[in-house]
């Protein structure tokens, strides 16, 4: 099963200083492939197509792998790596063609999978892009002024993807990483003797490497780039003539978050043209017969539009693009699953769906709901606007979901419009007041200054006895109050705002901005995706 792959991979020299000894060893010396994914071969399995890959051979140690080892080769791939790998296997594979790693039986196959598949991303995250160096350069240039050193910026291979312009004296160990765009290996090899890169990968933090004269190093701060528990590159600082700044740490943390952001982002947009298509027919911006002429479907078919969203109260940015990238990923591969046609891709911070109006299609949404909340470990909300009749009505289907998506509360996972018209109708409604301040009574606004300045509780009783419909024992038993207790502050409500409670109009519109007034806005907002 392939897990990932990148067009012009990296070198197995440069996999193997991110793995490093003793976990795993080169059989052969000699060889150094490049590698552009990473496969898992079960001995249960059929093989199956390893062009240029890194196969794992799990559940055969040893001599009994050589048969495994010479399929591998004969089946395209560049590297086969082996638990408890004798001299012997070392042969078969030198004769089939192919470089063996023996991996240490210490360590689990996930672990090795999950390095590789690091090193593999952030390659392919530098391939094919004008604007990523750029950026990096912008990043790298901004951290050097602010920490007062020489900045340089790796991927999770320790291959340099940018670096700061410098007047200030560097030393040889940032020559050679920039002249080579890629850390010296003996160099690499003490940080991981000393733990720096496993302090690096396992947490956010700032970890701070001695001067060493006798290898002409300077003193360097690191902090590694994280979304969430992935790790995806380095940044190092190098001392200058001067000190490091008082805030050199905090300024390498935001750099680092801005540094997660900037990748993740080139990651999700490793489909764009694609994608650009499916965003434009969402957003109307697309002629709907030449997406679908370039994307070979039928524009007069029947569809609806899903949305998916993340809910997460306090987003971190970083793990938030990390989350709607997991989204982009799995609802493609579910929707494909489902038909053919289906059209899948990203607007703003939501990932939507074009399929077919079809019998089981909320139950189909919920299961990739389900799956989406078990990858991401954050609350996954879905919501399904009407069908339209052809692909030019795909607006107006999209819209339909955003404002299911706006009027979700907690308890509700996936939701159509008849099941939410309330609170849609509501949304909306709250919405159109909010934008506009000129249509709200400033009578309401009274009663809710009043509130604030002298403590007095009129504006949640008023509420409560709106939304009872002016039941007082109702009212006073969900306040904890005596009745007359709340009939008190209805009458009070009144002479302090001049409100007529007995006119249905002035009640309802006093209900509706009692309800901005008391309701988070942005709730209201998110409607209009």
């Known amino acids: 099963m392939e897990v990932v792959r990148s067009n012009n991979g990296v070198t197995l020299r440069q996999l193997l200083v991110a793995i490093g000894k003793p976990l795993v060893e080169l059989c052969t010396p000699e060889a150094d492939p490049r590698v552009c994914g990473v496969a898992i071969l079960d001995p249960d399995d059929e093989p199956g197509s390893y062009q240029q890959d890194l196969v794992l051979v799990i559940g055969a140690r040893g001599r009994e792998a050589a048969r495994f080892v010479r399929a591998a080769a004969r089946r395209g791939a560049a590297v086969v ?4 790998a004798p001299a012997e296997l070392a042969a078969v594979a030198r004769e089939a063609g192919i470089a063996l790693l023996g991996v240490a039986p210490r360590m689990r196959w996930d672990q090795v999978e999950t390095v590789v598949r690091q090193v593999l991303d952030a390659a392919a995250l530098s391939e094919g892009s004008d604007e990523e160096p750029g950026d990096l350069f912008v990043l790298a240039q901004t951290l050097a002024a602010l920490t007062g050193g020489s900045v340089s910026i790796e991927d999770a291979g320790n291959r340099v993807l940018a670096y700061s312009r410098s007047d200030d004296e560097v030393d040889e160990l940032r020559r050679l990483s920039i002249l080579g765009w890629e ?47 992935q790790h995806l590159g380095t940044i190092w600082v190098q001392e200058g003539r001067e000190a490091f700044a008082d805030r050199a740490d905090s300024a390498l943390l935001g750099g680092a978050r801005l540094a997660a952001v900037h990748l993740l982002r080139h990651r999700s947009e490793a489909g764009r043209p694609r994608n650009e298509l499916v965003a434009g027919l969402l957003d109307g911006k697309a002629n709907p017969d030449l997406v679908a002429g370039q994307l070979g479907i039928d524009p007069a078919a029947a569809c609806t539009v899903v949305g998916f969203a993340v809910r997460e109260r306090e987003p971190d940015q970083p793990v938030h693009e990390l989350h709607r990238a997991d989204m982009l990923s799995v609802v493609s591969v579910h929707m494909a699953s489902y038909r053919k046609g289906a059209l899948v891709g990203a607007s703003g911070s939501r990932v939507y769906a074009v399929l077919p109006d079809e019998p089981g299609l909320a139950s189909l949404v919920a299961d990739v709901a389900r799956v989406l909340e078990r990858r991401t470990g954050v609350r996954v909300q879905a919501g399904i606007g009407s069908p339209v009749p052809t692909l030019h009505e795909v607006p107006g289907s999209r819209a339909e979901a955003d404002r299911v998506l706006g009027a979700m509360g907690e308890a509700n996972a996936v939701a159509t419009i008849s099941d939410l018209r309330a609170e849609v109708l509501l949304g909306e409604t709250l919405s159109l007041l909010h934008g506009n301040p000129d249509l709200r009574d400033p009578a309401v606004a009274s009663l809710v200054a009043h509130d604030e300045e002298r403590g007095t ?15 007082v024992g109702a009212v006073a038993a969900s306040l904890h109050v005596h009745p007359n207790t709340v009939r008190h502050r209805i009458r009070r409500a009144g002479q302090v705002s001049g409100i007529d409670f007995g006119d249905p109009r002035e009640r309802l519109s006093c209900h509706l901005q009692l309800l901005l007034a008391v309701t988070t806005v942005t709730t209201y907002n998110a409607i209009r995706g």
């Open 81 to 84: 790596a082996v638990k408890e």
């Open 183 to 229: 850390g010296p290996r003996s160099y690499l090899a003490l940080l991981r003797e000393w733990g720096v890169f496993e302090r690096l990968r396992s947490g956010e933090e700032v970890v701070r490497i001695d001067e060493h004269p006798e290898l002409g190093i300077r003193r360097r701060l690191a902090v590694g780039i994280r979304a969430g528990a």
């Open 457 to 471: 509780e009129l504006v949640p009783t008023l509420l409560a006895y709106l939304d009872a419909m002016g039941d």
